[in-house]
């Protein structure tokens, strides 16, 4: 089982839709969460840290359930702008050899 | 500079030659990491520094591939004898090194070997 699976889409979805992606881990002991941005041809950027008690930002919302392993985005009222591929981004345990396991990526283009 | 610096951001080189990638993590960042991307693809981990630990480099594909961060600052990618199949964008991204903080990448390497 890879250690972070994501569903690659493409999900391609009407501006105002609403969308979600599912990101789902395998080490239970997994301590911290996050969702990346990358558009087209560019780098990965931070889209949201994912907090124990879901957080919002915006349109955005970021959700984690820790007793089925998996952490959530959630886009309200798409924009155009929101095309782009969402990586989910999980840091397994303090003292790993390795921290900061990506997601495949979910590629999300929103119509006009 | 304000962010990760990457260079060269193109180098275009003859199968069989050796090439160097440069990564200019951000001042005071302990973790540095090295990604491979494909046209198309996610990321695949190579290599991560932290601090003045010994490298995990269980994610470089052949022993080709070597890095090495000087001074725990600048991170330099060799890859020997270049195979077509190298060619791919070579991300480097840096961060504190905290649990929560956050990674920032450079604007990527695209490497062609022809």
């Known amino acids: 089982r890879k250690e972070v699976e994501q569903d690659p889409g493409p999900f391609n979805v009407p501006e105002g839709a609403t969308v979600a992606f599912n990101c789902t881990y395998s080490n239970s002991a997994s301590q911290s969460f996050f969702w990346y941005r990358q558009d087209c041809r560019k780098e990965p950027k931070l889209l949201m840290s994912v907090y124990s008690s879901g957080n919002e930002d915006g349109r955005f919302t970021a959700q984690l359930n820790r007793a089925s392993q998996y952490i959530s985005l959630l886009i309200r009222d798409s924009k155009l702008s929101d095309s782009a591929t969402y990586l989910c981004?999980?840091?397994?345990?303090?003292?790993?050899?390795?921290?900061?396991?990506f997601g495949s990526g979910t590629q999300l283009t929103v119509l006009p | 500079g304000a962010g990760v610096s990457q260079s060269p951001s193109n180098k275009v080189t003859e199968k069989g030659k050796d090439v160097e990638l440069r990564c200019d993590p951000i001042s005071g960042h302990t973790a540095l990491y090295w990604y491979r991307q494909s046209l198309g693809q996610g990321l695949e981990f190579l290599i991560y520094?932290?601090?003045?630990?010994?490298?995990?480099k269980s994610g470089l594909p052949s022993d080709r591939f070597s890095a090495e961060r000087t001074g725990g600052s600048v991170s330099t990618l060799t890859i020997q004898r270049t195979q077509q199949e190298d060619s791919a964008v070579y991300l480097c991204?840096?961060?504190?090194?905290?649990?929560?903080?956050?990674?920032?990448f450079g604007q990527g390497t695209r490497l062609t070997v022809v």
């Open positions: 991204a840096s961060r504190l090194g905290g649990l929560n903080t956050e990674a920032f």
């Open positions: 520094f932290q601090g003045n630990s010994a490298p995990d």
């Open positions: 981004v999980v840091n397994p345990p303090s003292g790993s050899a390795r921290q900061l396991t």
